[in-house]
């Protein structure tokens, strides 16, 4: 499964979009980028994934660079309530080892009024 | 649907006690995993099951036991509790299908102390 790197801590103003950067280089061809996060001592919450093609949902867009060595979560006008640890993680793909994900240590984005 | 139910949610132990933290998930997952969470440590992988009688270990199992006997509950023990293993618990399901393996469905968490 992929090791990612994240930087530990961003913020952003509310209303602006917030751009979470995630490194995950050795990541194989068949597994995908997960994004999570975890607000306060909550359970981690899913927000989105991709393989290959960029992604959107209602919460997020996902943005895979071709060589798919890291990735960008994008959230377009970050709210307080986007305060929260976000974590990227590679991994789950069909042939892999399905059982193990892992989450490093996340960044900690804080939006401020 | 509960979703993933993780009882209890509070504990206190003396250190050598031993207790057994439960999860159930009413989504008829397959896999289903323990997590724990240290201040500054992110979440670290247990142990975890990919089906009924099937079990394997994470990153750091040493000082738990597993066993998944059904489908719906995965129980995590703790046979001799020491003050290194205060941790917050999360329990976590997923469907099985392409594409969607690791859509990780969370437990509210479980706080443990050790005295």
């Known amino acids: 499964d992929a090791k990612t790197t994240q930087p530990p801590s961003m913020d952003c103003a509310e209303g602006r979009a917030a751009n979470l950067p995630c490194n995950h280089s050795?990541?194989?061809?068949?597994?995908?980028v997960y994004w999570y996060r975890q607000i306060h001592s909550q359970g981690p919450q899913y927000i989105i994934h991709g393989l290959k093609n960029n992604e959107t949902n209602e919460m997020a867009s996902l943005i895979i660079t071709e060589d798919r060595k890291s990735s960008t979560l994008i959230l377009p006008h970050a709210t307080l309530r986007d305060t929260a640890v976000y974590y990227c993680?590679?991994?789950?793909?069909?042939?892999?080892?399905?059982?193990?994900?892992?989450f490093g240590r996340g960044t900690q984005l804080t939006v401020w009024p | 649907n509960a979703g993933v139910t993780q009882t209890p949610k509070f504990q206190v132990l003396k250190t050598g006690q031993s207790m057994t933290l439960q999860c159930a998930q009413d989504?008829?997952?397959?896999?289903m995993s323990w997590y724990r969470q240290d201040p500054g440590m992110g979440l670290r992988l247990i142990h975890y099951?990919?089906?009924?009688?099937?079990?394997d270990q994470g990153e750091v199992p040493n000082g738990y036991n597993v066993s998944r006997s059904t489908t719906e509950d995965f129980p995590l023990r703790l046979l001799s509790a020491a003050p290194s293993q205060t941790s917050v618990y999360f329990c976590?399901?997923?469907?099985?299908?392409?594409?969607?393996?690791?859509?990780?469905?969370f437990g509210e968490g479980s706080r443990l102390t050790v005295l």
């Open positions: 989504m008829n997952h397959e896999y």
């Open positions: 993680i590679g991994g789950g793909g069909r042939g892999s080892t399905l059982g193990r994900l892992y």
């Open positions: 099951s990919v089906g009924a009688g099937i079990t």
């Open positions: 050795t990541i194989s061809g068949n597994e995908y």
């Open positions: 976590a399901s997923r469907p099985t299908g392409t594409g969607r393996t690791g859509e990780l469905f």
